[in-house]
Nanobody, 126 residues
Framework: VQLVESGGGYVQDGGSLLLSCVFP?????????MGWFRQAPGQGLEWVANINSGGSRTNYVDSVKGRFTISRDNAKNMLYLQMNSLKPEDTAVYYC???????????????????WGQGTQVTVSS
């Protein structure tokens, strides 16, 4: 496993969490696109957001627009997902993923990503 997430936890409705994902420090990784997915209990894997290698272009699923922000710091080998105004329906295991083929486009299909983290649990209580 080359990607490692952290920052999940238990939060009340309306709260905030910052998820982090560390990726390898090799230069090639700074040219990869990256994304966040989530999987709620009994549900399939859902794309949440993706970002291009330079961090200049971001895309989001409609349900999180205006509440979540994806960003990256290539100098620190880090990917982030700032989650505000959390709702119970955001409860899921969150995964970061990388894609060797960089793009500014929306990439929602999990098969398009090459590497995955182990996931971090986010639970939002009502």
């Amino acid at each position: 496993v080359q990607l490692v997430e952290s920052g999940g936890g238990y939060v009340q409705d309306g709260g905030s969490l910052l998820l982090s994902c560390v990726f390898p420090g090799r230069a090639a990784w700074r040219s990869y696109g990256m994304g966040w997915f989530r999987q709620a209990p009994g549900q399939g894997l859902e794309w949440v957001a993706n970002i291009n290698s330079g961090g200049s272009r971001t895309n989001y699923v409609d349900s999180v627009k205006g509440r979540f922000t994806i960003s990256r710091d290539n100098a620190k080998n880090m990917l982030y997902l700032q989650m505000n105004s959390l709702k119970p329906e955001d409860t899921a295991v969150y995964y970061c993923a990388s894609r060797k083929k960089d793009t500014t486009e929306v990439i929602t299909i999990w098969l398009e990503y090459d590497e995955w983290g182990q996931g971090t649990q986010v639970t939002v209580s009502s």
